[in-house]
């Protein structure tokens, strides 16, 4: 999730410098972290090597790195790896640009099976490479997969083996997410021309929304839950946002549409009534309700976005970081914070009190504020 209710934060984190534990340089990628107890795992190219590598949150250290023989590499999008990792119980699951799915043990990185999912499936790649997070459901692993029939996979997590395929003929960039509905486990994934919630244990498509859905060279943010049946579909590239009210074997009803929200790459925070997003870089909010913008403040580039508690930690493409509060009036910068230097897509982590941030370059971890004694 993208949303965090930050609880080992004070109301007033960021009224004080965070420290700085430490800087690293890093390979290329636009992968962010994952974090399990003081193992933050993220992927990396380095030459003609695809790794997953496992850092100690404290201090930065190496604690153990899978290496995979693959390299993606493209003028626009860059070279490298393009989703972060999956870490569930004691295993890290792992998706690299070309298709490789992994799953390793999460103390050691030692492997316990891979699938080479665009090969197995006689699919093609995406254009900017494959960028979806594994989303483990139940005993499963779900993946989107590029171009060919049938683009969201599911494998046994425990093996790997293939469990079911489902879906239209053409993924795109956004990972699968987990919801509930009345009871009913749900996977909702936004593929290329549509969006669609399947049933997790067997692939059976519950509802899909193709009929008036508009998508663009590349659909990035995930789709957003708003419980108890509505889901937010949000594109970039001059789309909008489309807010659904979804019910099992019907057609999605479409509660309203808005250009007023168009996030390239990023994941919106959606809270209560309202959500909060980089609208073609923007920091923009809407009404959940109308789906009427309410405000429209700076420009954050293409970057990332967190929430924590009553803030949004913005991750600006340019590299700094910037904390602003999840006002529904205006945009109240709360702190800035000097951190990367050069462009960055990858999404921040927030584990605890320690902010991870990387690009394609480097790699930082901060210490927040911690609660007053």
């Not at 930065?60 to 870490?87: C, D, N, S, Y």
């Not at 995406?126 to 029939?149: F, N, Q």
Request: charge should be negative; include cysteine; proline fraction near 6%.
């Amino acid at each position: 999730t993208n949303d965090s209710p930050a609880t080992e934060l004070p109301a007033n984190w960021y009224a004080s410098a965070p420290r700085e534990l430490w800087r690293r340089e890093i390979g290329l990628g636009w992968s962010g972290f994952a974090v399990a107890g003081d193992f933050a795992v993220t992927q990396e190219q380095r030459g003609d090597d695809e790794v997953t590598v496992a850092y100690h949150r404290m201090t930065g250290e190496p604690l153990w790195q899978h290496v995979e023989k693959a390299r993606f590499e493209e003028a626009m999008g860059g070279i490298g790896p393009r989703a972060t990792p999956t870490a569930h119980g004691d295993r890290v699951y792992a998706l690299g640009a070309t298709g490789i799915l992994l799953c390793l043990e999460g103390k050691s990185g030692k492997l316990i099976w891979r699938r080479d999912t665009l090969a197995d499936a006689g699919h093609q790649n995406l254009m900017w490479a494959e960028s979806c997070s594994p989303l483990v459901a139940g005993d499963k692993v779900i993946i989107t997969l590029g171009k060919g029939a049938q683009t969201l996979a599911a494998y046994s997590a425990a093996t790997g083996e293939p469990a079911w395929r489902s879906g239209p003929d053409n993924a795109s960039y956004g990972s699968p997410v987990l919801v509930n509905v009345a009871g009913t486990p749900q996977v909702l994934t936004v593929f290329t021309d549509r969006a669609s919630a399947n049933d997790p244990a067997t692939g059976a498509e519950i509802w899909s929304w193709q009929e008036g859905f508009k998508g663009a060279a590349a659909n990035v943010a995930n789709p957003g839950f708003v419980p108890p049946d509505r889901v937010l579909v949000a594109i970039g590239y001059g789309v909008g946002s489309t807010l659904l009210k979804t019910a099992p074997g019907t057609a999605p009803e479409i509660l309203w549409q808005s250009v007023k929200m168009k996030p390239k790459f990023t994941n919106p925070v959606v809270r209560d009534t309202h959500l909060w997003g980089l609208d073609e870089g923007r920091l923009s909010c809407l009404d959940l309700t109308s789906g009427e913008q309410l405000w429209r403040g700076a420009s954050y580039g293409h970057g990332q976005m967190l929430g924590a508690g009553g803030t949004l930690i913005i991750q600006s493409e340019r590299g700094d970081v910037v904390v602003v509060e999840a006002s529904a009036k205006e945009e109240i910068v709360l702190a800035r914070i000097p951190a990367l230097s050069s462009k960055t897509w990858n999404q921040p982590c927030l584990a605890g009190r320690h902010l991870l941030v990387r690009n394609d370059r480097e790699a930082i971890c901060f210490e927040l504020a911690p609660a007053p004694r």
